[in-house]
């Protein structure tokens, strides 16, 4: 019973002692390159746009294609929505700041020519592009930029770090 017990303490301690990664000569400390991998919902905002933005696609083209990059995409400002949209307001008064609806033609009324943009709470884009607060935005053109995903059940960005711009 003393050997069985000597057996196993032995065999536990090498266990433990052999958890380290082997020191080799020559094996010299390199600096950890940063995590690379296409990032989550999470920091996806933190990725900074192309030097020229000259470039960027149509609403169609967002809604027809797969695109795993960020892109740019430009289209009209033709209503809010909340939670679905189902729920697509695009006339005034309105009520939603949850999420504006873009389309190609500033008067589409064909929701399935729509994508959504979530803006959201306490965003830079909440505060300056909601049509509750800023009715005057319905039917101008804008450029977004951000990674394509599902929103509101239809093709659309979120969390997409409140870049954009104005167009004529």
Not at 134 to 152: C, F, L, S
Request: with cysteine.
């Amino acid at each position: 019973m003393k050997n069985l017990t000597l057996v196993t303490l032995l065999l536990a301690s090498l266990f433990f002692a052999s958890c380290e990664k082997p020191s080799l000569e020559g094996d010299e400390k390199k600096p950890k390159k940063p995590h690379t991998e296409k990032p989550d919902d999470k920091g996806k905002e933190d990725e900074k746009p192309p030097e020229n933005p000259k470039d960027y696609i149509t609403i169609h083209d967002f809604l027809t294609k797969d695109y795993s990059s960020q892109i740019w995409v430009a289209g009209y400002i033709v209503g809010a929505c909340k939670r679905s949209i189902s729920n697509a307001e695009l006339k005034a008064p309105f009520s939603f700041q949850t999420a504006l609806l873009l389309a190609d033609d500033k008067n589409e009324t064909d929701k399935g020519k729509m994508m959504a943009l979530e803006l959201r709470t306490k965003s830079v884009a909440r505060r300056e592009l909601n049509l509750v607060d800023h009715p005057e935005n319905h039917r101008k053109r804008i450029k977004v930029y951000g990674y394509q995903t599902t929103y509101m059940g239809v093709r659309g960005m979120k969390k997409w770090g409140s870049l954009y711009e104005w167009m004529k």
